[in-house]
T-cell receptor
């Protein structure tokens, strides 16, 4: 039983296209995240989202937008893809207790290649 | 702003030996959490160990333990009895009030048979 799943695992597309990556978690968590891992393996937060609040990393271009149809899903839409968007994108989720350790569980990642 | 620094891009260890991976961090928050994640070639991010900053006792998970020095803002990972399956990229990460993880640049660990 996969806790956090992402589709597709690999995505190859051309510059200028619009694409989406889907994420689903079956852990009952109320907060989900998107991270980007670049070619040097550096991981950086893009968004965090629960049903009350969307926190956007200010460095993320507005071509990227998260969309959450329900608490178990957080999809990532990317418009007008650029070469520099090539990376591995990770979805993660956690519960958000009033106080307590924020242990995040990661999906398998989606390797996006823009040609 | 939070920062996490891993000063060892690569490390190697002989099988069955012990290795320590270094991590330092900076945060202005008093309530935060620290983690070590492992990323094998499969690229799956696997949580190795966690530490609450308010706890003085160092966390331990089987062969993995941490040395948490709060005043020095240091959080090193010790792997005992290293196994071939421990070979991976290891990331140190910090989570504060915003709940987002700030990662270090990673340490690539090679285990030599």
């Amino acid at each position: 039983d996969t806790a956090v799943s992402q589709t597709p695992k690999y995505l190859v597309t051309q510059m200028g296209n619009d694409k989406s990556i889907k994420c689903e978690q079956n852990l009952g968590h109320d907060t989900m995240y998107w991270y980007k891992q670049d070619s040097k393996k550096f991981l950086k937060i893009m968004f965090s989202y629960n049903n009350k609040e969307l926190i956007i990393n200010e460095t993320v271009p507005n071509r990227f937008s998260p969309k959450s149809p329900d608490k178990a899903h957080l999809n990532l839409h990317i418009n007008s893809l650029e070469l520099g968007d090539s990376a591995v994108y990770f979805c993660a989720s956690s519960s958000l207790p009033g106080r307590g350790i924020n242990e995040q569980y990661f999906g398998p990642g989606t390797r996006l290649t823009v040609t | 702003a939070q920062t996490v620094t891993q000063s060892q891009p690569e490390m190697s260890v002989q099988e069955a030996e012990t290795v320590t991976l270094s991590c330092t961090y900076d945060t202005s928050e008093s309530d935060y959490y620290l983690f070590w994640y492992k990323q094998p070639p499969s690229r799956q991010m696997i949580l190795v160990i966690r530490q609450e900053a308010y706890k003085q006792q160092n966390a331990t998970e089987n062969r993995f333990s941490v040395n948490f020095q709060k005043a020095a803002k240091s959080f090193s990972l010790k792997i005992s009895d290293s196994q071939l399956g421990d070979a991976a990229m290891y990331f140190c990460a910090l989570s504060g009030s915003a709940r987002q993880l700030t990662f270090g640049s990673g340490t690539q660990l090679t285990v030599l048979p």
